[in-house]
Nanobody, 119 residues
């Protein structure tokens, strides 16, 4: 079992920056692929950024060049640095851990942290 706790959300003006953190419990953090998703009311949760166990990264087109995902396995933490924020980045941001096992995939979610970007 993995518990994920996000922090770092808040209110920021357009053009500003925030850094989200997600701390995972347990000793197997390095074996998980980690992702950040976001969701606004009435819409599906969307993938924002992903980082593999080996450190490879992928980004949604809408955030590429503005957001950076990173991980610190020694601290069991994944980060999302968000720069040049736009009003449309306003959402609840969720941390996700995933792993493909022989018995099937496993998936864990954090509780979410609100990011609000004002114009």
């Amino acid at each position: 079992q993995v518990q994920l706790v996000e922090s770092g959300g808040g209110l920021v003006q357009a053009g500003g920056s925030l850094r989200l953190s997600c701390v995972a419990s347990g000793s197997t953090f390095s074996t998980y692929g980690m992702d950040w998703y976001r969701q606004v009311p009435g819409k599906q949760r969307e993938l924002v950024a992903a980082i593999s166990r080996g450190g490879s990264t992928n980004y949604a087109v809408s955030v590429k060049g503005r957001f950076t995902i990173s991980r610190d396995n020694a601290k069991n933490t994944v980060y999302l640095q968000m720069n040049s924020l736009k009003v449309e980045d306003t959402a609840v941001y969720y941390c996700h851990a995933g792993q493909d096992l022989s018995a099937g995939p496993i998936s864990y979610w954090g509780q979410g942290t609100q990011v609000t970007v004002s114009s």
